[in-house]
């Protein structure tokens, strides 16, 4: 098939993007390659010639129906760095905890405790509670406990995943006992007397446990403690 640009090819000239060096001959110069190229200057822009652009990048010219492509060598076209890992594989100890995880960790355990502290305090001032006002806050501890397990990647992170795992459920059977006491009309002995509500035993294992959890994703190692089982 005969090529509909070839007797229009000379005539051809595009608007070039390239930073050159505009000299008093108009000419282009492409830095790194040797050679150069007639320039055009015409309403405020540069117009060279596409052939001869191609020859000076060692480029090749290619026409696809209504398109006229400009193919330059691998070497002339600039790739974006690749972002390393954040921790790569081979350094991590699989005993210890990965710092993805540590965060993860951190931000899961961080709304654990904002949801618990937020029910304590409504039991505490008599303020309504119920089912639907406390979704929220469950909700989102499990959504930060679900993204706390996919950045899980050693055998220590899998341990500790199970301890916020421990908590979560902690909280959230602490949760359900508050939300039926205030239905039955029995949290007003935790208006009264403050440190009641604090001294309960299940109080007691999340406030212990939540303490722990706080200091082992801080480090980074695995840690065990009685209280988050």
């Given amino acids: 098939?005969?090529?509909?640009?070839?007797?229009?090819?000379?005539?051809?000239?595009?608007?070039?993007?390239?930073?050159?060096?505009?000299?008093?001959?108009?000419?282009?110069?492409?830095?790194?390659h040797a050679g150069q190229a007639e320039v055009i200057q015409k309403a405020g822009r540069a117009y060279v010639d596409l052939q001869s652009l191609a020859e000076i990048t060692n480029?090749?010219?290619?026409?696809?129906?209504?398109?006229?492509?400009?193919?330059?060598?691998?070497?002339?076209?600039?790739?974006?760095?690749?972002?390393?890992?954040?921790?790569?594989?081979?350094?991590?100890?699989?005993?210890?905890?990965?710092?993805?995880?540590?965060?993860?960790?951190?931000?899961?355990?961080?709304?654990?405790?904002?949801?618990?502290?937020?029910?304590?305090?409504?039991?505490?001032?008599?303020?309504?509670?119920?089912?639907?006002w406390t979704a929220n806050y469950r909700e989102q501890a499990a959504n930060n406990l679900r993204l706390a397990s996919a950045a899980a990647i050693t055998e220590g992170d899998r341990n500790a995943l199970k301890l916020l795992d421990h908590e979560?459920?902690?909280?959230?059977?602490?949760?359900?006992?508050?939300?039926?006491?205030?239905?039955?009309?029995?949290?007003?002995?935790?208006?009264l007397s403050p440190g009641t509500l604090e001294n309960e035993a299940l109080s007691q294992k999340i406030i212990t446990c939540g303490r722990f959890l706080a200091k082992m994703l801080g480090s980074s190692s695995f840690q065990d403690d009685a209280s988050c089982h």
């Fill in 1 to 32: 098939m005969q090529n509909p640009f070839r007797h229009v090819l000379p005539t051809i000239l595009l608007l070039v993007s390239f930073q050159c060096a505009a000299l008093a001959q108009q000419v282009l110069i492409i830095s790194g």
């Fill in 59 to 132: 480029g090749s010219l290619s026409y696809k129906k209504n398109r006229i492509v400009l193919s330059l060598p691998a070497s002339n076209v600039s790739h974006p760095a690749v972002e390393p890992a954040s921790e790569p594989i081979g350094s991590i100890d699989d005993s210890g905890l990965s710092r993805d995880f540590m965060r993860a960790g951190i931000e899961s355990f961080a709304t654990m405790r904002e949801w618990a502290s937020t029910m304590a305090n409504a039991v505490q001032n008599s303020y309504q509670i119920t089912e639907e």
């Fill in 168 to 191: 979560f459920e902690a909280v959230h059977e602490w949760s359900n006992k508050l939300i039926a006491a205030k239905k039955s009309m029995d949290t007003a002995k935790y208006a």
